[in-house]
């Protein structure tokens, strides 16, 4: 996540990435064994997914995500169906021995809780059933199609739905992109525009910041390559895939509620405000 931290000062994790991922994958490993799904979101679930595509997490090391000499996570965040709420929280407070925000648990238990690595070298946000920041996305049925992500739609979707997008998160639909092309079905390794497509169809303010965000990321995407960060293979990746994903976008026949919504546009707000979250 991001809009509810852009206000403070970071806390990163203090662990190197490759440890982190470790750590990561193991717990939704240990979940998966007793029966809970756990998936992970994010910068990191970016990550893993682009493990296989070296040049794609070279990125990250040309365009630091923080920028110079600082780490490139915040904390782990994960998706968990509601229906499993007391057992990840057993599994996090009694098994893994995490400790928790009590002040979290107290106003948001029933859609975010907040854990504590036993030695503080990460905090972790485990989320129910949907996102909400500035538009919902909504997780409920979609767990099982990866693992140990979400899926890539998803992950595409969960920075898209971003109203005042940072770069970190730009930099993070470059990797995202260039390791992986658009698809109109669900696959391993393939982001499946249709499903895209069809989220954005039903909500004109989804589909105002998501387009937004995509040419927002087209934009940094020519300056990086400006600035001798991205090669001209990796812009044309990149731009060629954000182009077939819009393409698909604008083709996806709009609902009635998005239509009479479109007639409105930004004369009222069109997306819900995040307040910030201090830890």
Not at 172 to 196: N, P, R, S, T
Request: aromatic content about 12%; proline content about 3%; glycine content about 6%.
């Amino acid at each position: 996540m991001s809009e509810e931290k852009k206000k403070g000062p970071e806390h990163f994790v203090t662990l190197p990435p490759e440890e982190f991922v470790a750590e990561a994958e193991r717990i939704v490993a240990g979940a998966q064994e007793r029966g809970i799904i756990l998936r992970i979101l994010g910068a990191l679930g970016i990550y893993i997914h682009s493990k296989h595509v070296p040049e794609a997490l070279s990125i990250y090391d040309r365009i630091k995500r923080f920028g110079e000499g600082k780490p490139m996570f915040t904390d782990l965040d994960l998706m968990a169906y509601g229906k499993q709420r007391k057992k990840v929280m057993e599994y996090f407070e009694k098994e893994l021995k995490f400790k928790y925000d009590m002040i979290m648990r107290a106003l948001w238990a029933g859609k975010r809780l907040i854990y504590f690595h036993p030695k503080d070298y990460y905090h972790v946000d485990v989320f129910f059933d949907k996102l909400e920041y500035s538009h919902d996305v909504i997780f409920k049925g979609r767990l099982e199609l990866d693992y140990p992500t979400i899926s890539l739609a998803d992950l595409a979707l969960e920075k898209l739905q971003i109203h005042e997008i940072n770069l970190k998160d730009i930099v993070d639909l470059m990797v995202l992109f260039y390791g992986h092309d658009i698809c109109e079905g669900q696959e391993k390794e393939c982001i499946d525009g249709k499903y895209i497509a069809k989220v954005l169809a039903d909500d004109w303010g989804f589909w105002y910041d998501a387009t937004t965000n995509l040419n927002k990321v087209k934009h940094f995407t020519e300056r990086y390559f400006n600035e001798g960060k991205l090669t001209e293979n990796e812009k044309n990746v990149i731009l060629s895939r954000i182009d077939k994903l819009l393409k698909m976008i604008d083709e996806e026949p709009k609902s009635k509620k998005w239509k009479k919504r479109a007639k409105v546009g930004t004369s009222k707000p069109w997306y819900r405000e995040v307040e910030e979250v201090v830890r």
